[in-house]
Structures are given as structure tokens and as C-alpha cells.
């Protein structure tokens, strides 16, 4: 009887330790996003050096943005599908504020990627909000840590009408053209 109550309890704790051997950060698919960013790019890590023209194995770019009274730097990392921006803070902190992946060669739990339909972050859990940002002819769906952005020209001007959108409003094939990560 004390072998069966202690039993259980060391199976539990067992198989939680597994897991957490088994399966830590470094063991994700290495083309896997997370809500703190890439394999090799972490949202508060460290930006590349200005002016490099490869970083970890890839070609990059650099850029400056202007917006709104703020400067901030961008680098465009290349992958054979599209892009990965890495967006630097406003005060030029040097370290990674924003990463927008902008290629299907990465992809979330549920094997949803840029190019995968806006249906099928159904799979993912509740979505926390939409937002129109008809200045970028884009909508932006954000469910749990990551953001979604597609377009939809009929909707963004027909919804700017409405007080808030819901994914029901949502053309269900609409792709999904990035995915950010703040």
C-alpha cells in the first residue's frame, strides 16, 4: 500500500523532469517561433553590429526607420522563402525590441506560418484582439504572445465603420502575411 501512494507521486515527478530534459528551448525544430522569438534571435537579445553584411550564417541589411517623430534601426535578415526583421528600440538601445518574420520558413505551435490562413489560429487559443491599421493596409489579430498581420482591403475599409472587429468578421482564407513577436 505505501509502495502504491509513493509510486505515483515519483511517477509524476519523473516524467515532469523528463519533460523538462527532453524538450527544453535548444530541442524545438530549429525553424520554430516562439513568443520570445527564433532559435537564434530572441526579442531583447542583441541587435547585429551596424554595417555587418552577414550574421549568424545569413545575408543582412541594414535600415533606418522614420515614423512619427521616432528613428529606430532595422535589420533584414534573408531566408530562402522571404525575410526576418529584427527592429531595434527607439533609443537605439542596441537590443532586439521587435522581430517580424515574413517568411514561411519558420512557424508557431500548430504548424501556422506566414502564408497559413487566418482560420487556423483558431487552433492556437483565444484571440485577444483585432486591430485595424488601415495606415499599413493591415489587420493585426493578436492571440497569446504573437501577432498576427493580413490584409484585407474590403474589410479594412468596411470595418473602420464598426466598434470592434471579432475573427468571425475575418475572411477565413485570409493569409496570413507576418508574424511578430514584441
Known sequence: MICQRLFFPFLLLMSSLLFQSCFPVSCLPTNAIR???LNTVQVGGEMPEEGVEEWQGRA????????????????????????VYLEEGFFEDKSINRIRVETPDFMC?????????????????????ITLMPEYQRIDVFVKDMHFLISDQALIESAQKKAKLTLKDLEPTAEILAIVLM
Open 35 to 37: 513568443k520570445t522569438g
Open 109 to 129: 505551435r500548430k504548424d501556422i506560418r506566414v502564408g497559413s490562413p487566418i482560420g487556423d489560429i483558431r487552433k492556437l487559443g483565444r484571440v485577444r484582439s
Open 60 to 83: 543582412v541589411k541594414d535600415s533606418m526607420i522614420e515614423e512619427a517623430g521616432y528613428r529606430w534601426r532595422m535589420a533584414i535578415l534573408s531566408y530562402p522563402q522571404g525575410k
